[in-house]
T-cell receptor, first 111, second 115 residues
Framework: QKEVEQNSGPLSVPEGAIASLNCTYS??????FFWYRQYSGKSPELIMF????GDKEDGRFTAQLNKASQYVSLLIRDSQPSDSATYLC???????????FGKGTMLLVSP | DVKVTQSSRYLVKRTGEKVFLECVQD?????MFWYRQDPGLGLRLIYF???????EKGDIPEGYSVSREKKERFSLILESASTNQTSMYLC??????????????FGDGTRLSIL
C-alpha cells in the first residue's frame, strides 16, 4: 500500500514569514509529485507539480524534491492570510494515472 | 483553463434511492476520476476511467458504480444509497501522461447527504 504522510498541523506562521510544508512517501519508484491547496468547503486546486530532484519555483511558491530521501516540500514565501488553507501532497498512485493523496497540512497565516 | 463541472453542489437523497452524480470536462482529457473526501480520512479514490467505456476500481468501490459513455462525461452511481455514503464527492480529470502523471484538475464537488 503506497502511503503519503503529512503533518496534520495546524502550522501557524505570521504574515510575511516563510511557511514550510513537508511530505514523505513510501514508494521509491514514484515519479510525479503534486501540491494542491484546498480552502475550507472548496475543492483542491493545483499549485505546483515537480518531476525531477531539486527545486522548482513559481512566484512565491517553491517545490523541493529529494527522491533519495523520499521527501517533497512546499515553501511559501511572504505568507499571506489568504494562504491559510489545507495543503495536500499527492504522489504517483498504484493504478494507471492515479495519485495517492496525503491527508493534508492545515496552514494558518496570522496578520 | 481546464473546466470540470459537477452537476450539483448540494444534494439530499433518501436511504435506498439510486443516486446519479454527473461530471463533465471540457479539455478532452483521457482520464477521469471520482473521489470522496471525509474529515480525517482524506481523499479516497472510488473509481477511475482512462478511456471511453473503460473503468477501474479505486480504493473504495463498494456500493458504487460508474459509467463513461462519452469521453467528456463520467458518472458516479450509488446503487442503493446508505447513510455512510454521506460525503463530499469530487470529480477530477487529467490528460494521458507519458512516463509521468499529468496533474489532475478538480470540479467544485458535490456535498451529498443521505437521510
Amino acid at each position: 500500500q503506497k502511503e503519503v504522510e503529512q503533518n496534520s498541523g495546524p502550522l501557524s506562521v505570521p504574515e510575511g514569514a516563510i511557511a514550510s510544508l513537508n511530505c514523505t512517501y513510501s514508494d521509491r519508484g514514484s515519479q510525479s509529485f503534486f501540491w494542491y491547496r484546498q480552502y475550507s468547503g472548496k475543492s483542491p486546486e493545483l499549485i505546483m507539480f515537480i518531476y525531477s530532484n531539486g527545486d522548482k519555483e513559481d512566484g512565491r511558491f517553491t517545490a523541493q524534491l529529494n527522491k533519495a530521501s523520499q521527501y517533497v516540500s512546499l515553501l511559501i514565501r511572504d505568507s499571506q492570510p489568504s494562504d491559510s488553507a489545507t495543503y495536500l501532497c499527492a504522489v504517483t498512485g498504484p493504478g494507471y494515472s492515479t495519485l495517492t493523496f496525503g491527508k493534508g497540512t492545515m496552514l494558518l497565516v496570522s496578520p | 483553463d481546464v473546466k470540470v463541472t459537477q452537476s450539483s453542489r448540494y444534494l439530499v437523497k433518501r436511504t435506498g434511492e439510486k443516486v446519479f452524480l454527473e461530471c463533465v470536462q471540457d479539455m478532452d482529457h483521457e482520464n477521469m476520476f471520482w473521489y470522496r473526501q471525509d474529515p480525517g480520512l482524506g481523499l479516497r479514490l472510488i473509481y477511475f476511467s482512462y478511456d471511453v467505456k473503460m473503468k477501474e476500481k479505486g480504493d473504495i468501490p463498494e456500493g458504487y458504480s460508474v459509467s463513461r459513455e462519452k469521453k467528456e462525461r463520467f458518472s458516479l452511481i450509488l446503487e442503493s444509497a446508505s447513510t455512510n455514503q454521506t460525503s463530499m464527492y469530487l470529480c477530477a480529470s487529467s490528460p494521458r501522461g507519458v512516463g509521468v502523471n499529468q496533474p489532475q484538475h478538480f470540479g467544485d464537488g458535490t456535498r451529498l447527504s443521505i437521510l
